[in-house]
T-cell receptor
Framework: GAGVSQSPSNKVTEKGKDVELRCDPI?????LYWYRQSLGQGLEFLIY????????KSGLPSDRFSAERTGGSVSTLTIQRTQQEDSAVYLC?????????????FGPGTRLTVT | AQSVTQLGSHVSVSEGALVLLRCNYS??????LFWYVQYPNQGLQLLLK??????LVKGINGFEAEFKKSETSFHLTKPSAHMSDAAEYFC???????????FGKGTRLSVIA
């Protein structure tokens, strides 16, 4: 079946512009995660959705970052007034929910370059 | 907060040699532990997981890892490296079933012919 997809695969933007990154999770996966992968910082958690609500936003680095999820499916990560330090690969993952371990399936990522 | 530390940002081995990638965890309770692999321009793929059922965990592609509480370690091994194993490997942990993953910095594995 289809895995997690992300779009665009690459995005180059000028400093100060807003960008939107999209994640399409695996159908039926209630949990959705955004992570950021950057040089020197490794992989960092940004935000977690359970359905359409976000019980954990603790990883969002500033108020320029926001995310939403609609219909328990597609999620959009928005970065306003982009800065050069926002350059990174943004990874999305989805999983089923449950009391025990549920594997997170990762998308290929969106590579964001802020010039 | 739980964390993992990967020793060595880059490991180079010859084809057919033993692969050993090191990971130490910091946790006051038995954690969930994972190894992920990332091939160039791809997302992360789960290699194996430890969820306290067994200390020696076997994963895909011939990899395995052993949970050693006395050493707070969860090192990844493979008896014989293959060229296709060249990738970045991440050790990760999480508090419970659906909490976010906390990753190590990653170790890039190179395999020399």
């Amino acid at each position: 079946g289809a895995g997690v997809s992300q779009s665009p695969s690459n995005k180059v933007t000028e400093k100060g512009k807003d960008v939107e990154l999209r994640c399409d999770p695996i159908s039926g996966h209630t949990a959705l995660y955004w992570y950021r992968q950057s040089l020197g910082q490794g992989l960092e958690f940004l935000i977690y959705f359970q359905g359409n609500s976000a019980p954990d936003k603790s990883g969002l680095p500033s108020d320029r970052f926001s995310a939403e999820r609609t219909g328990g499916s597609v999620s959009t990560l928005t970065i306003q007034r982009t800065q050069q330090e926002d350059s990174a690969v943004y990874l999305c993952a989805s999983s089923l929910l449950g009391p025990d371990f549920r594997e997170q399936y990762f998308g290929p990522g969106t590579r964001l370059t802020v010039t | 907060a739980q964390s993992v530390t990967q020793l060595g940002s880059h490991v180079s081995v010859s084809e057919g040699a033993l692969v050993l990638l090191r990971c130490n965890y910091s946790s006051s309770v038995p954690p969930y532990l994972f190894w992920y692999v990332q091939y160039p321009n791809q997302g992360l793929q789960l290699l194996l997981k430890y969820t306290s059922a067994a200390t020696l965990v076997k994963g895909i592609n011939g990899f395995e890892a052993e949970f050693k509480k006395s050493e707070t370690s969860f090192h990844l091994t493979k008896p014989s490296a293959h060229m296709s194993d060249a990738a970045e490997y991440f050790c990760a942990t999480r508090n419970s079933g659906n909490t976010p993953l906390v990753f190590g910095k990653g170790t890039r594995l190179s395999v020399i012919a």
